[in-house]
């Protein structure tokens, strides 16, 4: 099986490696799977995935000006934004691809091509089922185990390879493997609450006395008593009630005491480092304003997207445009929906647009997604007859 052996030895990851993910010092295991049981795992992953799959991506073409046109007949504009296959849509398609990356840090896709040589689908790879080895010839061979259980190879020209923090170029490490030791601390963070309220007794007080028991049974007969009547998530709250002249006396001990919770909205913060998100898109409003909030959103594409975008486009043009063309022709993301701003911004941006001919009504009317006007394509020469202000005025 070109070119791998038959007793090839899989260049695997360490979770690859151990299924039930790495053990940590928290004790706690930690793989792909297990990390989405913290919340803020669960909301970095979707908040980053979702919002890139639901970006359009054209096809342009660059002309001896250097001006961009898109190209709407090209190939991988059904393949990106419609129909990669018979299976699925172009959105779960992508979200699949960006989700492997961000847990397990490398996505596959095989293409199929057509009779004559065109890229026709895109099929989605499980990470686990895919084997890749740089060959002698300084090119890249895949070996993938297929639903069936077939195994195939493919050359570097049939898969789309997307790797996230890799040190070598060719295999990707996911932040999940890299900041384990986070992860498992909040796992077992997670784990201690939950079985806090499973097994433990939370009156909110207790009755006491100074006097022994005579009957050596009443002490084992009043804790039975007391774990079934007060021990548990439902009964919290409730007072005891003991006998035999017993004092009240009321309990204060509480997770916020023991700096539970503010451990919980540490790791939080650790989790948005990770993914470099703010803690805000993690839906920790804690520390929330509107101006830190629209800054947040500002930030999200710069540092957050920005690099993910890069590292899609420059994977779907390397594959899915001739190489012939590759100079002229390229793949990108449209961005202006992510920093879309108010009706009121939005139309006072317009109107400073249209007075100076920088877009004409047409244009601003495009980007409402509203019917074009006649005459709506001219562009205003106002601005040639402004005059520039005087420094003596």
């Not at 043009?317 to 939005?346: M, P, Y």
Request: net charge neutral; with cysteine.
């Amino acid at each position: 099986m070109w070119p791998f052996k038959k007793k090839e030895e899989r260049n695997k990851t360490l979770d690859q490696l151990l299924a039930t993910g790495t053990l940590t010092s928290s004790g706690q295991h930690v793989n792909a799977e297990n990390a989405q049981s913290l919340p803020a795992v669960l909301c970095a992953v979707s908040t980053i995935s979702e919002a890139i799959a639901s970006l359009p991506i054209h096809v342009y073409q660059r002309d001896q000006n250097g001006d961009k046109q898109r190209d709407i007949n090209h190939h991988a504009e059904l393949l990106l934004n419609t129909c990669p296959n018979e299976y699925q849509t172009a959105y779960d398609f992508k979200i699949a691809l960006l989700r492997a990356v961000l847990l397990r840090g490398n996505g596959f896709a095989q293409i199929e091509y057509n009779r004559s040589g065109i890229p026709a689908a895109l099929h989605w790879l499980h990470p686990d089922s895919v084997i890749v080895k740089k060959l002698a010839n300084k090119r890249l061979g895949y070996q993938v185990t297929l639903d069936a259980g077939k195994i195939t190879t493919f050359h570097q020209e049939e898969i789309i390879h997307i790797k996230y923090m890799s040190d070598d170029g060719i295999m990707g490490k996911s932040p999940i493997q890299i900041a384990r030791e986070t992860i498992g601390l909040g796992i077992a963070q997670q784990l201690h609450g939950a079985r806090l309220f499973e097994k433990g007794a939370m009156p909110s007080g207790v009755l006491e006395t100074e006097a022994a028991f005579k009957d050596p049974k009443a002490a084992e007969r009043i804790r039975q008593e007391f774990k079934e009547k007060y021990q548990g998530v439902d009964k919290s709250g409730e007072v005891v009630f003991l006998e035999q002249g017993l004092k009240y006396k009321p309990l204060s001990i509480t997770n916020s005491d023991a700096q539970w919770l503010e451990s919980r909205a540490f790791t939080i913060a650790d989790i948005a480092r990770m993914f470099k998100l703010s803690p805000l898109l993690l839906q920790d409003l804690s520390h929330g304003t509107y101006s830190n909030f629209s800054e947040a959103q500002r930030s999200f594409l710069s540092q957050t997207l920005r690099p993910w975008l890069t590292n899609l486009q420059q994977a779907f043009s390397s594959r899915l445009v001739a190489i012939n063309t590759q100079g002229i022709t390229f793949i990108e993301f449209e961005t202006k929906d992510l920093l879309r701003a108010s009706t009121e911004e939005r139309f006072a941006a317009y109107d400073v647009a249209i007075r100076n001919g920088i877009m004409s009504p047409n244009d601003a009317r495009k980007a409402e997604n509203m019917p074009v006007r006649i005459g709506g394509d001219e562009y205003s020469q106002a601005w040639l007859n402004q005059k520039p202000s005087s420094s003596n005025d």
